[in-house]
């Protein structure tokens, strides 16, 4: 599976950004698609991950500001960041679990400023 991620850029603290995972698969036949992101100091965070057959699943620090939405056709998932804090930036990766393997694509850079 191929991944490009898009829609990181520069925003102050409390706005908000959505990022878009593009899947080279049918989303709906990815086991799990999600998101990780690497902060500043170069610590790896989970931050969502969307199933098949299971709610989706967040890191406690997003939970009720980002959303992650994997649609029932098409490529793409999406995530929704809002109220966004300087402790949000990061480069943001996506994956997809095939059942088969797990693929990454190339991140995208969300900064944050205070």
């Known amino acids: 599976v191929q991944l490009q991620a898009s829609g990181g850029g520069l925003v102050q603290a409390g706005r908000s950004l959505r990022l878009s995972c593009k899947s080279s698969?049918?989303?709906?036949?990815?086991?799990?698609t999600g998101w990780w992101r690497q902060g500043p100091e170069n610590q790896r965070d989970f931050v969502a991950a969307?199933?098949?057959?299971?709610?989706?699943l967040y890191a406690d620090s997003v939970k009720g500001r980002f959303t992650i939405s994997r649609p029932n056709r098409g490529n793409t998932v999406f995530l929704e960041m809002n109220s966004l804090t300087p402790e949000d930036t990061g480069v943001y990766y996506c994956y997809a679990d095939d059942n088969i393997d797990v693929s990454w694509g190339l991140g995208t850079l969300v900064t944050v400023s205070s």
């Open positions: 698969e049918s989303v709906p036949r990815l086991t799990a």
């Open positions: 969307a199933y098949s057959e299971d709610s989706p």
